[in-house]
């Protein structure tokens, strides 16, 4: 699947889901990260890792919670992608709006859609 600009990402479908999605080159279709399974590190951009997906950019918004924080971070290619961390992992990560950010997810916790 290539994102809008130049962020790409990998999706593990089984082709029935492919077919009755009615997907193929050049389909316009959205995709859906669990926010909870985006792992969230910086400097991540030169390092090889066994995830599928390795989106940076520039964090937009930090939201703090009780217990986690949400981060959304804007990508390259203009899109976002929103990470749900725990308190204690922010503190450690120690991102601020404007740092450079990557999320991090696997290709299972994708979902695609199209209208």
Not at 15 to 40: F, P
Not at 44 to 58: I, M, N, T, V
Not at 63 to 82: K, L, Q, W
Not at 87 to 110: H, K, M, Y
């Amino acid at each position: 699947m290539v994102l809008p600009i130049s962020d790409s990402l990998v999706w593990g479908a089984p082709n029935e889901s492919v077919e009755n999605l009615g997907l193929c080159e050049n389909t316009d279709a959205s995709a859906i990260i669990k926010a909870s399974s985006v792992i969230l590190g910086r400097d991540l951009h030169s390092c090889r890792l066994g995830a599928d997906s390795l989106l940076c950019g520039s964090v937009a918004k930090i939201v703090p919670g009780a217990v986690t924080t949400e981060v959304t971070v804007r990508t390259s290619g203009e899109n976002t992608i929103g990470a749900i961390i725990t308190n204690e992992s922010a503190c450690l990560i120690g991102c601020t709006e404007g740092d450079f950010a990557c999320p991090v997810f696997q290709a299972s916790s994708v979902i695609f859609g199209v209208e």
